[in-house]
């Protein structure tokens, strides 16, 4: 009998020093660089990067969750070195698996980013459909949104912790509001970056399907989903507008069928096409980049779509502003300030001994895919 040859795996295209620029957002990238820009907020990364140990952090997932490596999830393992191959990251993350019901990654930390997958995930979704994830995931590292998800993270745990945080009022809130509209919008690029990894797009769709609706593929339609996205664009008037921004409010991610949607209209406008010709951005090029090349479709993306913020960020975005009032920036010092020693005093109240009894991953779950 003769042996029939075995089914090749596709071979997917690498992208040899590729900058993280290829798959942002426009919006996200502007966001970013915003942030950056806004008076205080440096003070208040500074605050929260003193108070997160994040070797301590790691060592939570160390010791609470599963390390992906060859005798440990070697699926998983191997999908990340074909993410990390297909990316040209220059590192390799580490990646835990930590046990969950709900269908969850995330990627935090400052200095050294890893990425977290729940079991609920892992479960979920197929062999292809995780390479999306990680690819997802592997792309929140490689833009640097971890500092952010992390600093976003904390600023919330200390939220409920103190119920209510004098620091600042609204200068506080304001930060909270762009960091958490910027979210949003960095998702979308971690998207871009999974259907990069995966080169498959229907795939793509699949794990948006399931995050919406769950594994019964049996029962969904791809077009069907995504005309919901068309439905949901063109409901629009006054009740309308204001009752999707209050469906928005707090949320860390779009909602699945309009990322479907997003995800589908990057390669239908040859975003997608373009850098799989091999015409994208190089890393070594980023320090030539202007933040300004980024302002003109970023603002179009505003007026365009039915989420616009009234935050402090987005309005300066919109208005090409990239920043806001000095008020709001002495504010935030001043909340950073006020922030440092509430933290201090908790520190104090709780004691060291607390951490161990957390689920290490509760307090990030709403910050995943």
């Known amino acids: 009998m003769t042996q029939q040859p075995a089914i090749q795996p596709p071979q997917r295209k690498t992208f040899p020093g590729i900058s993280s620029r290829a798959w942002e957002h426009p ?12 008076k ?3 003070q208040v990364l500074k605050v929260l990067s003193g108070m997160l ?19 440990q999830f070697a699926d998983l393992d191997e999908l990340l070195d074909d993410c990390v191959q297909v990316l040209d990251a220059p ?10 019901p709900v269908a ?27 390479r999306f994830v990680i690819g997802h995931e592997l792309g929140h590292a490689l833009s640097g949104h971890a500092v952010y998800r992390t600093m976003l993270m904390h600023l919330m745990r200390i939220a409920s912790t103190f119920g209510f ?10 930060i909270v509001a762009a960091l958490m509209e910027w979210e949003r919008k960095s998702e979308l690029s971690g998207d871009r970056a999974g259907l990069l990894c995966g080169q ?13 609706a769950g594994a019964r593929l049996d029962k969904l339609d791809s077009e069907a989903f995504l005309a919901q996205a068309q439905e949901y664009e063109r409901t629009g008037d006054m009740r309308d507008g204001l009752l999707k921004l209050l469906n928005l409010e707090l949320k860390t ?40 090349d980024d302002i003109g479709e970023a603002a179009r993306h505003y007026r365009d779509g039915f989420d616009q913020s009234d935050d402090p960020l987005i309005r300066g975005i919109r208005d090409g502003l990239g920043g806001i009032v000095d008020g709001v920036g002495q504010a935030a010092t001043s909340a950073a300030d006020s922030l440092g020693r509430k933290i201090s005093e908790w520190r104090r109240n709780v004691g060291r001994g607390s951490a161990g009894t957390d689920d290490p991953g509760s307090d990030a779950g709403s910050d995943g895919r």
């Not at 919006?27 to 806004?38: F, I, N, Q, S």
Request: proline share 4%; no cysteine; hydrophobic share 40%.
């Open 253 to 292: 991610h779009p909602f699945s069928v309009l990322r479907a949607a997003a995800l589908t209209q990057w390669v239908d406008t040859g975003g997608y096409g373009t850098v799989m010709a091999g015409d994208y951005p190089r890393r070594q090029d980023d320090d030539k980049a202007a933040w300004r």
């Open 104 to 130: 969850n990654a995330y990627t935090i930390g400052m200095d050294e980013p890893f990425i977290v997958i729940t079991s609920g995930m892992y479960d979920l979704m197929s062999h292809d459909e995780m």
């Open 27 to 38: 919006a996200d990238r502007t966001a970013l660089t915003a942030l950056r820009r806004l």
């Open 200 to 212: 498959d797009l229907d795939t793509a769709i699949r794990v948006e399907l399931k995050l919406a």
């Open 53 to 71: 140990r994040e070797r301590q952090h790691r060592l939570l997932y160390l010791a609470s969750s599963a390390r992906v490596g060859p005798r």
């Open 165 to 174: 945080v004098p620091v600042g009022g609204w200068a506080l809130r304001a």
């Open 91 to 100: 590192a390799r993350p580490e990646m835990f698996v930590t046990q969950s």
């Open 40 to 42: 205080g907020f440096d």
